[in-house]
C-alpha cells in the first residue's frame, strides 16, 4: 500500500490541504498528515509548530486558538484544515496516516481517540514514540506505528519493532536497502519518495510515502 505525502500529490498541489487531500484520494491513494493541537484543542492537519515557514508570522500553533489560525491560512489562499474535515471527506474509504507531531497529554489523546473512533482506516504514527505507548494503554487496539530517521540505529529499531501491539514501522528511505529492516516481519513504509523516478523504483516491493507522482 502507498500514501501521498501531505496530500503533495503533484507540485500543482500544496501540503496539509482539503483539495489536495481529494485529489489525493481521487487517484485512490491514502494519505500520510500531521497533527498538532491549538490553543483551544482543535486538531489541525499542519506539519510546521509555527506559522513561520508557510505564513511568514513568528507564532505558536499551540498558543493560538483555530479561529486564528485559519483567518491567517485564509488570508494566504493556503487555509488550515482541522483532522475533522480530513476525516470526513475521507468517507473511511482511504487510509489515514496520522502524524502526532508534538507530545500530547493523555487529554488530548484521549480526544483524539474519540474523535476518530468511527474511521476505522486511522493509524497514528510519531517520531515521538511516548505518544504510541500512551495511545496504547488508553486502547491497545489503536492502530499506531513508531517513526524512525538517521541515526537511529538498526539495533534500535529491530528491537523497538517488536514491542506488542504496534502495527507497523515509518522508516526513512535511506534504510531501505537494509537486510535487517527488510527481514522484519512487521509492516513497514518508507517515506519520502520525492519523485516518479523513485517511485518506480522501489515501488513494486515496498510500502511508500511518496509525493509528486
Request: glycine share 2%; charged share 30%.
Amino acid at each position: 500500500m502507498h500514501l501521498i505525502h501531505r496530500g503533495i500529490v503533484s507540485k500543482k498541489y500544496k501540503e496539509n490541504l482539503l483539495n489536495s487531500f481529494k485529489q489525493s484520494f481521487k487517484k485512490g491513494f491514502g494519505i500520510e498528515t500531521d497533527i498538532h493541537a491549538t490553543k483551544d484543542h482543535k486538531f489541525i492537519c499542519y506539519h510546521d509548530f509555527t506559522l513561520k515557514r508557510i505564513f511568514k508570522k513568528k507564532e505558536s500553533i499551540k498558543n493560538l486558538n483555530y479561529q486564528k489560525i485559519k483567518e491567517i491560512s485564509v488570508k494566504y489562499q493556503k487555509p488550515i484544515p482541522l483532522l475533522q474535515d480530513l476525516l470526513k471527506i475521507s468517507k473511511n474509504k482511504f487510509f489515514l496516516f496520522i502524524e502526532i507531531k508534538p507530545k500530547f497529554s493523555t487529554k488530548l489523546l484521549k480526544k483524539l481517540i474519540k474523535e476518530t473512533s468511527k474511521y476505522s482506516k486511522c493509524v497514528f504514527i510519531s517520531f515521538k514514540h511516548q505518544n504510541i505507548y500512551n495511545l496504547l494503554k488508553l486502547n491497545k487496539k489503536t492502530k499506531v506505528g513508531l517513526s524512525f530517521s538517521p541515526p537511529t540505529t538498526i539495533k534500535s529499531i529491530v528491537r523497538k519493532s517488536k514491542i506488542k501491539d504496534v502495527d507497523c514501522l515509518i522508516l526513512d528511505k535511506s534504510y531501505i536497502k537494509n537486510k535487517k529492516i527488510q527481514g522484519l516481519k512487521i509492516k513497514k513504509y518508507f517515506y519520502t519518495i520525492k519523485n516518479k523516478t523513485e517511485f518506480i523504483k522501489y515501488n513494486k516491493k515496498n510500502n511508500l510515502i511518496f509525493e509528486n507522482l
